[in-house]
Nanobody, 125 residues
Framework: QVQLVESGGGLVQAGASLTLSCAAS????????MGWFRQAPGKEREFVVT????????YYADSVKGRFTISRDNVKKTVTLQMNSLKPEDTAVYYC??????????????????WGKGTLVTVSS
C-alpha cells in the first residue's frame, strides 16, 4: 500500500515558478514508477510527466516539455515537480501517482495503482 500526499500548490502569476512535492508512505517506494497528472476545470485528467523507478528516465507531455522538471528521491520517498514559466493553461489540480509498471506505460493512466488527493495550481494572466 502506498499513500501519496501532494503539497506546494497555490496562486501565481503567469511566468512565475512553482514547486510541487509528493510525499509517499510505504516501504517499497523505489519499486514504483511515479508521475504527475492534472485536471483542469471541465476537462479530463491528463498526463503531465512520469519518472522511472531509478529516476533515470522521464517522459513529459509536449505542453510542459522544457518548462517542467520531475525528480525523485528514493531515500526520502519524495517526488518533486519544478514548474517554470507557468501559463494560465497550466491551471489545474495536480495529482501525484504511483504505478508498479513502467514510467512509459504509466502515461496512459489506465491501471495507475495509487493516486494522491491533488493540489490546486492557479496561474493568473
Amino acid at each position: 500500500q502506498v499513500q501519496l500526499v501532494e503539497s506546494g500548490g497555490g496562486l501565481v502569476q503567469a511566468g512565475a515558478s512553482l514547486t510541487l512535492s509528493c510525499a509517499a508512505s510505504g516501504r517499497t517506494f523505489s519499486s514504483y514508477a511515479m508521475g504527475w497528472f492534472r485536471q483542469a476545470p471541465g476537462k479530463e485528467r491528463e498526463f503531465v510527466v512520469t519518472i522511472s523507478r531509478s529516476g533515470g528516465i522521464a517522459y513529459y507531455a509536449d505542453s510542459v516539455k522544457g518548462r517542467f522538471t520531475i525528480s525523485r528521491d528514493n531515500v526520502k520517498k519524495t517526488v518533486t515537480l519544478q514548474m517554470n514559466s507557468l501559463k494560465p493553461e497550466d491551471t489545474a489540480v495536480y495529482y501525484c501517482a504511483a504505478d508498479i509498471g513502467t514510467a512509459q506505460a504509466m502515461r496512459v493512466m489506465a491501471g495507475v495503482d495509487y493516486w494522491g488527493k491533488g493540489t490546486l495550481v492557479t496561474v493568473s494572466s
